[in-house]
């Protein structure tokens, strides 16, 4: 049995398992199965590693895509620079699992993004500071974007909810909402932002794809923006990770 899985916590609003599942059905993988590993906290993870002997490979989502990095035997170098891992190899040594890095988040994201735009922006807001948002900026960054983080405490560069100015919502060329507020099953809340001083043909992506369409991507319709879901990305990095855990080294 060769097992895949994803860690996280809560995975309520995970689509991963029934993605590989339907893909190891779908190309007659019938020695291949996708589990759901919930880890209330990131120091269960050996003890996953020892219980489950045929984990060949797992995804990382909330909260633990930059603290699973000390757990790591070994991290690709762009998932070091980006400072987050959402896919882990595990291969074994001797009994012993051996547990490699990568980073499929970012080229996921580029690949969405580019996508969905015409020309590359000036600028972007990136809501939220956490694992995904490492990936996003680093991203932006690469593309010459300037990327402004909006965080709920002060961050370097960047602007808290409260502090952030008007104007800045109206010029930025793309906001991507990288925190989890609007994910199911609380499809209600949307991040505060003032949403008065969005303008028509601006780019709001939104990396949730649980609801479809969030708060805040129908907040941003409604001011004629254009929006994008997380769902294309989700399937690129499944795709990407798919690859990593199947490379033979």
């Known amino acids: 049995m060769r097992l895949y899985g994803i860690i996280g916590f809560p ?3 995970s689509f991963s398992q029934k ?6 059905e779908r190309e007659h993988l019938s020695d291949h199965a996708y589990r759901k590993f919930e880890l209330p906290e990131i120091g269960m993870l050996p003890e996953l590693l020892v219980r489950e002997p045929d984990l060949c490979g797992f995804n990382v989502t909330i909260p633990w895509k930059v603290k699973v990095m000390d757990f790591l035997d070994d991290i690709d170098p762009v998932a070091a620079e980006i400072g987050a891992v959402n896919t882990v190899k595990v291969t074994r040594h001797g009994g012993k699992a051996w547990l490699k890095g990568f980073n499929t988040d970012a080229p996921a994201f580029r690949e969405s993004l580019l996508s969905n735009l015409d020309t590359l922006p000036d600028s972007a807001l990136v809501l939220g500071t956490g694992g995904a948002a490492k990936s996003v900026i680093h991203t932006l960054i690469d593309l010459n974007i300037i990327a402004v983080p909006v965080s709920r405490k002060p961050v370097r560069g960047g602007y808290t909810y409260d502090d952030l100015p008007g104007y800045m919502i109206s010029e930025a060329g793309v ?4 925190t989890p507020v609007g994910m199911a099953p609380h499809t209600e809340a949307m991040p505060p932002i003032d949403y008065s001083c969005l303008r028509e043909g601006q780019l709001l992506f939104d990396l949730i794809y649980n609801p479809p369409v969030t708060a805040f991507l129908s907040r941003g319709e409604e001011h004629g923006c254009i929006t994008v879901n997380g769902e294309e990305m989700f399937l690129i990095q499944a795709g990407l990770a798919w690859e990593i855990w199947n490379d033979v080294e």
């Open 175 to 178: 906001i991507i909402n990288t």
């Open 19 to 24: 993605h590989f599942s339907e893909k190891f």
């Open 11 to 13: 995975l309520g609003h």
